[in-house]
């Protein structure tokens, strides 16, 4: 029996989801990388040095690559909606939080929840297309989801 955009099951039915995921991974990426762009205001601002500049820019991807593995974890364990929805939490708080700190401390600290709060989101997506496509769909929405990170992110910052 052929699948149609009804099916719940089916790649129509999932688009919207499909979409907003593609959309939050889009963010994703662009608050990972905004602090590169702000970083020289950023130093004069707070008065942070080079090197705590450098820690700052990397501190992201210290907790976001320790916790991808504790991320597909939690994600195989728990409601994959709740997992999703703590870590974009997380990565919400972290972000604007950043906008008031006043001291290297505080913004290291925002840096790493930062990658504590986004590592749970390609695991969670990666679930959640698992859980609610068929086999021969998935790869095509894997690719529109990681499509986020380079077509759709690099023309934004383009000069």
């Not at 699948?3 to 959309?23: N, Y």
């Not at 990397?58 to 195989?76: I, K, R």
Request: glycine residues 8%; aromatic residues 10%.
């Amino acid at each position: 029996m052929a699948q149609t955009a009804d099916d719940p099951r089916s790649l129509g039915a999932f688009t919207p989801v499909l979409a907003l995921h593609a959309i939050c991974l889009l963010i994703n990426y662009v608050d990972r990388g905004n602090l590169s762009i702000a970083a020289p205001l950023l130093k004069d601002e707070l008065g942070i040095s080079a090197s705590q500049l450098g820690i700052l820019l990397s501190a992201f991807f210290w907790s976001y690559t320790a916790m991808q593995f504790v991320s597909g974890w939690l994600v195989d364990r728990f409601d994959v909606n709740l997992v999703i929805a703590a870590g974009y939490l997380l990565w919400s708080v972290a972000t604007a939080t950043t906008g008031l700190v006043r001291g290297f401390t505080i913004l290291l600290a925002m840096r790493l929840m930062l990658g504590i709060g986004e590592s749970v989101a390609f695991p969670s997506c990666s679930k959640i297309l698992a859980r609610h496509l068929p086999e021969h769909h998935r790869g095509f929405a894997n690719g529109v989801i990681a499509s986020a990170s380079t077509a759709w992110y690099n023309p934004l910052f383009a000069r």
